[in-house]
């Protein structure tokens, strides 16, 4: 999802909303204790359809668009440093990131500032670049970026200026380190002593931001705030809670998309020692018991006859059938540039390829867990989520209650990929809850998660370019067909038809071309649900352009690397890349027979990011990853051991997607149940990732799924030079490879 940093708001408006802001800011200190300074984001900017549509079909009110606080940062009367984060830390790192932001500019280290979790509030917590409450699509760094500098930086000018006030001194003349203000006759003060002043002092109207080269935190390789808890076991998900009186549920839903439930018999699963309920829902059935083992054990007592609907003989070829027709109809036009139809029907050469996406499975290490209290007048929810204010309005919405009185304690997400965008599983638990006294937990089986996920679309691409003398493209037409993940969530397009994020990528390619036009054919799937996966649109897209591009380059016979060089002429921070990964792979190096490299690069969530991979052919089928060269300009960096290692995690995951992942449906049901027919790489597979990090003062990039858009062409283009064979439908070992 794009964003314009132009706001909307008017000079009279922008006084009106600081005026609210400063009296909002004497309010949250007063309630929050301490120092409070809210991070103050703009005005809601719209230029992306999805974020609009997201937050107006979602949300049902207006909140978001006035625009949030976005995070608050306090200072207590201890001098304690606490971030009240809008963003949930799901591995990515970007807690600590965040901590940074706010550590270099109100002068206090690292260890001093500690995070917790928003609560569930659009009106102060809404992402300006999702433009709703919410975690995802590589925008928290971005989104926080200037923001919670602010925040640190006017929290720092208070606190100085209550100390001058005290020694009555100028206070440009103070300076401000590790908590501490020192006065210009060598008086010290440290900030809690000076914390109840700084409370009643004005707002400041100006904040003068640090300049890159003066930053101390940002940009130096800092230790993970979460990583201590995480490795001595003492941190808590929601898997690991427990609150007085819980027992534990989980349930079996059936296994087609739309099918009910038609009659249980319980009486063998009643009989299990430590069951307490069972519970009957439209398409379910969820066991209540003292814990998780018997939960599942009972779940495998029942009995039960499902309606399968009319989704019961549905499978993984139909859908794919209907993806590839859709292909081939005219769509709804998303991008026109010049002419392509002349520019194809007067081009000398011509090119063209179709490409095909499988659905994916998101399948987290940490299932759908959610604990859940309903009561006649409120209702507790402890669970990771990506959306809180969204999961908050579907429980108001169900239970009849006000969104005041539910209330949504976010936690520690083990995994989620773009999962936990949704809620349906967080319904199912008030559902369950509303049946019963007591607290309960839900807890789904790993095989109830795989096989009732939300999957990423099925996608086929078809593309046909128009080349020059030189076999050199001109311009390319791009039909993209597969199911909308825009429209499953907030129930529509716009009239133009063009799902905004199924086109990203495609609309604005990385390459100069005189011709485009990009057509968007929706299909949507019958048998299983959609949703946004790690990389979304923009690794769709990737996948088919780099393909596309490399082949275009075998074609004109001009070695992959240099085509891609040549036509990177608008795009210098990509050139550069392209020269880090030639220099870092060896790029021109003979290989052995057998050998190949591959690569891939890419413009996606504000920075950029190029690929190499090497890998070697053991037979006509074994494949050894070798290596991976991977070289990212994301702008400045707030830290680059989570730069690196959201590079490495993510140009994994996306080998293991693009080597191993598929899901199929036969007879309307998700075949893959675990991670025995669903592979991950495994230690043995996994190649060595060597991440160079860019020196830049652009403004900062996502990182969190840049990697894992590049890994599919980056693999598909070795194995090409390896061995002479084009994949254009992944996964890999749908064709016979297999890791060595």
């Given at each position: 999802m794009k964003t314009s940093s132009m706001s909307n708001a008017t000079p009279d408006a922008d006084n009106d909303?600081?005026?609210?802001?400063?009296?909002?800011?004497?309010?949250?200190?007063?309630?929050?204790?301490?120092?409070?300074?809210?991070?103050?984001?703009?005005?809601?900017?719209?230029?992306?359809?999805?974020?609009?549509?997201?937050?107006?079909?979602?949300?049902?009110?207006?909140?978001?668009?006035?625009?949030?606080?976005?995070?608050?940062?306090?200072?207590?009367?201890?001098?304690?440093?606490?971030?009240?984060?809008?963003?949930?830390?799901?591995?990515?790192?970007?807690?600590?990131?965040?901590?940074?932001?706010?550590?270099?500019?109100?002068?206090?280290?690292?260890?001093?500032?500690?995070?917790?979790?928003?609560?569930?509030?659009?009106?102060?917590?809404?992402?300006?670049?999702?433009?709703?409450?919410?975690?995802?699509?590589?925008?928290?760094?971005?989104?926080?970026?200037?923001?919670?500098?602010?925040?640190?930086?006017?929290?720092?000018?208070?606190?100085?200026?209550?100390?001058?006030?005290?020694?009555?001194?100028?206070?440009?003349?103070?300076?401000?380190?590790?908590?501490?203000?020192?006065?210009?006759?060598?008086?010290?003060?440290?900030?809690?002593?000076?914390?109840?002043?700084?409370?009643?002092?004005?707002?400041?109207?100006?904040?003068?931001?640090?300049?890159p080269e003066s930053f101390t935190l940002i940009g130096t390789p800092a230790q993970r705030l979460d990583t201590p808890a995480k490795v001595n076991g003492s941190a808590k998900f929601t898997i690991d809670l427990s609150v007085p009186n819980m027992l534990i549920a989980s349930?079996?839903?059936?296994?087609?998309?739309?099918?009910?439930?038609?009659?249980?018999?319980?009486?063998?699963?009643?009989?299990?020692?430590?069951?307490?309920?069972?519970?009957?829902?439209?398409?379910?059935?969820?066991?209540?018991?003292?814990?998780?083992?018997?939960?599942?054990?009972?779940?495998?007592?029942?009995?039960?006859?499902?309606?399968?609907?009319?989704?019961?003989?549905?499978?993984?070829?139909?859908?794919?059938?209907?993806?590839?027709?859709?292909?081939?109809?005219?769509?709804?036009?998303?991008?026109?540039?010049?002419?392509?139809?002349?520019?194809?029907?007067?081009?000398?050469?011509?090119?063209?390829?179709?490409y095909e996406q499988p659905f994916l499975s998101h399948s987290p290490l940490e299932p759908m867990t959610c604990v859940a209290h309903v009561r006649q007048d409120s209702c507790d929810l402890w669970v990771g989520t990506q959306v809180p204010d969204f999961a908050q309005k579907a429980a108001a919405k169900l239970t009849g209650l006000a969104p005041d009185n539910i209330a949504v304690h976010n936690q520690l997400i083990g995994g989620a990929f773009g999962r936990r965008l949704e809620y349906d599983f967080i319904i199912q638990a008030v559902q369950i809850a509303q049946h019963v006294n007591y607290p309960i937990k839900l807890t789904w089986s790993r095989e109830e998660d795989m096989t009732h996920d939300l999957y990423r679309p099925h996608y086929v691409d078809h593309i046909?370019?128009?080349?020059?003398?030189?076999?050199?493209?001109?311009?390319?037409?791009?039909?993209?067909?597969?199911?909308?993940?825009?429209?499953?969530?907030?129930?529509?397009?716009?009239?133009?038809?063009?799902?905004?994020?199924?086109?990203?990528?495609?609309?604005?390619?990385?390459?100069?071309?005189?011709?485009?036009?990009?057509?968007?054919?929706?299909?949507?799937?019958?048998?299983?649900?959609?949703?946004?996966?790690?990389?979304?649109?923009?690794?769709?897209?990737?996948?088919?352009?780099?393909?596309?591009?490399?082949?275009?380059?075998?074609?004109?016979?001009?070695?992959?690397?240099?085509?891609?060089?040549?036509?990177?002429?608008?795009?210098?921070?990509?050139?550069?890349?392209?020269?880090?990964?030639?220099?870092?792979?060896?790029?021109?190096s003979a290989l052995p027979e057998g050998h190949g490299r591959g690569v891939a690069i890419s413009h996606v969530f504000g920075g950029y990011v190029a690929t190499v991979i090497e890998l070697a052919m053991q037979g006509e089928l074994g494949v050894k990853i070798k290596r991976v060269i991977s070289a990212v300009d994301c702008g400045i960096v707030t830290n680059p051991t989570s730069v690196s290692a959201q590079i490495e995690g993510g140009t994994l995951f996306g080998i293991s997607a693009a080597f191993f992942n598929e899901i199929h449906i036969e007879n309307g049901a998700v075949q893959q149940k675990n991670y025995d027919t669903y592979r991950q790489l495994r230690i043995t597979d996994a190649p060595s990732v060597e991440v160079h990090i860019t020196k830049s003062a652009e403004q900062p990039g996502g990182v969190g799924e840049a990697g894992t858009s590049l890994a599919a062409p980056a693999l598909v283009n070795a194995l090409y030079a390896a061995s002479g064979k084009r994949i254009r439908r992944i996964p890999l070992n749908r064709h016979g490879y297999f890791t060595v």
């Open positions: 909303l600081n005026t609210e802001r400063r009296r909002f800011l004497k309010r949250s200190s007063l309630l929050l204790g301490g120092l409070a300074i809210s991070t103050w984001l703009p005005p809601m900017t719209r230029n992306s359809f999805a974020s609009e549509a997201i937050s107006g079909a979602q949300l049902g009110d207006n909140s978001a668009q006035k625009g949030g606080y976005g995070a608050f940062v306090r200072v207590g009367t201890d001098g304690k440093v606490t971030l009240i984060s809008s963003k949930i830390e799901m591995g990515q790192g970007v807690q600590t990131g965040m901590a940074m932001m706010v550590a270099e500019e109100l002068e206090v280290p690292l260890k001093d500032v500690s995070v917790v979790e928003a609560p569930a509030n659009a009106a102060l917590y809404t992402d300006p670049l999702l433009q709703f409450q919410a975690t995802g699509g590589s925008t928290s760094t971005r989104a926080t970026w200037e923001p919670l500098r602010k925040a640190g930086a006017t929290a720092r000018m208070l606190l100085t200026q209550a100390a001058a006030n005290r020694w009555n001194v100028d206070a440009t003349l103070c300076t401000a380190k590790a908590g501490t203000i020192s006065g210009p006759e060598g008086q010290t003060v440290n900030y809690a002593e000076v914390v109840e002043d700084a409370i009643e002092l004005p707002i400041p109207t100006e904040v003068t931001l640090k300049s349930t079996i839903t059936c296994p087609v998309l739309g099918g009910k439930v038609k009659q249980v018999d319980a009486s063998k699963a009643r009989a299990i020692k430590g069951v307490e309920d069972i519970i009957t829902l439209p398409n379910a059935v969820a066991v209540t018991a003292t814990n998780t083992w018997t939960c599942f054990k009972a779940i495998k007592a029942l009995d039960i006859e499902w309606d399968l609907g009319d989704n019961a003989s549905v499978n993984s070829e139909e859908e794919a059938n209907a993806v590839r027709e859709a292909s081939r109809q005219q769509g709804a036009v998303a991008k026109t540039v010049g002419d392509i139809d002349t520019a194809l029907k007067e081009a000398p050469h011509t090119f063209e390829a179709s046909q370019a128009a080349l020059d003398d030189n076999l050199e493209p001109t311009g390319w037409r791009q039909h993209i067909a597969g199911a909308s993940v825009l429209a499953s969530y907030v129930g529509s397009l716009p009239e133009s038809g063009v799902d905004g994020d199924a086109v990203e990528v495609a609309i604005d390619p990385i390459y100069a071309l005189s011709d485009l036009e990009v057509q968007y054919n929706r299909q949507d799937a019958k048998s299983v649900n959609i949703s946004w996966w790690r990389g979304v649109g923009p690794l769709r897209s990737t996948f088919v352009q780099e393909s596309f591009i490399d082949e275009l380059a075998y074609h004109a016979n001009v070695d992959p690397l240099t085509f891609r060089y040549d036509r990177l002429k608008e795009h210098p921070r990509a050139q550069a890349l392209l020269k880090v990964v030639e220099k870092a792979s060896d790029w021109h």
